[in-house]
């Protein structure tokens, strides 16, 4: 649970906080996979009462563990990710418009507490890469055999042929057959 007090804050418009705090929990879930997440999330910036809102603007810094898209090795990733979020209490919820003129989402506060934990895990959801590789150059799986050709090159000889090539490899094969 990341919660911050701002019992004070709250009470003072035009003052701000720094906050340093940190959480461990097992897995990010997203839609489409459950990450380990390996070492302590940590998260600080700094909270503003700018009035009607508190403003919370920081980093979020942990190491999650991801799977190859190429190779499918897990490796670990150090994910370091801006936040940015808006808090008001309960009682005064409002739809506010932001500067950029779209509507900004304002989460409750509660009680005298700010719990970042649902914008922690959205912050490290939406900075995830598109593509999950090990190394840039990952050489992948040989198609044939299996074998993470990272590790060197396989027994396989040397007209087997990329996956994407055999496709459209195929694909010409078809053409010819129709004409
Ligand atoms: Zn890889
Ligand atoms: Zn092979």
């Not at 929990?25 to 909270?47: D, E, H, K, M, N």
């Not at 942990?62 to 940015?84: G, Q």
């Not at 990952?138 to 060197?152: E, F, K, V």
């Amino acid at each position: 649970m990341v919660q911050i007090s701002v019992s004070d804050l709250k009470s003072r418009p035009g003052s701000e906080i720094e906050f340093k705090t940190q959480a461990k929990w097992p897995y990010l879930i997203t839609a489409a996979a459950r990450i380990p997440i390996l070492a302590p999330v940590r998260v600080s910036g700094r909270i503003t009462n700018t009035g009607r809102l508190l403003v919370v603007k920081g980093q979020v810094a942990t190491t999650l563990e991801l799977t190859c898209d190429r190779c499918l090795e897990k490796f670990r990733y150090s994910a370091v990710v801006p936040l940015e979020e808006e808090y008001a209490a309960a009682s005064q919820m409002l739809a506010g418009t932001g500067e950029d003129g779209e509507a900004d989402e304002v989460r409750p506060l509660i009680g005298d507490f700010i719990n970042l934990q649902p914008a922690v895990e959205e912050a490290l959801i939406l900075a995830l890469p598109m593509k999950w590789l090990c190394r840039e150059n990952c050489q992948g799986l040989c198609p044939r055999c299996g074998q993470n050709l990272n590790a060197g090159p396989c027994q396989c000889d040397d007209r087997t042929v990329d996956p994407r090539l055999a496709i459209l490899a195929e694909l010409l094969r078809q053409r010819e057959g129709e004409n």
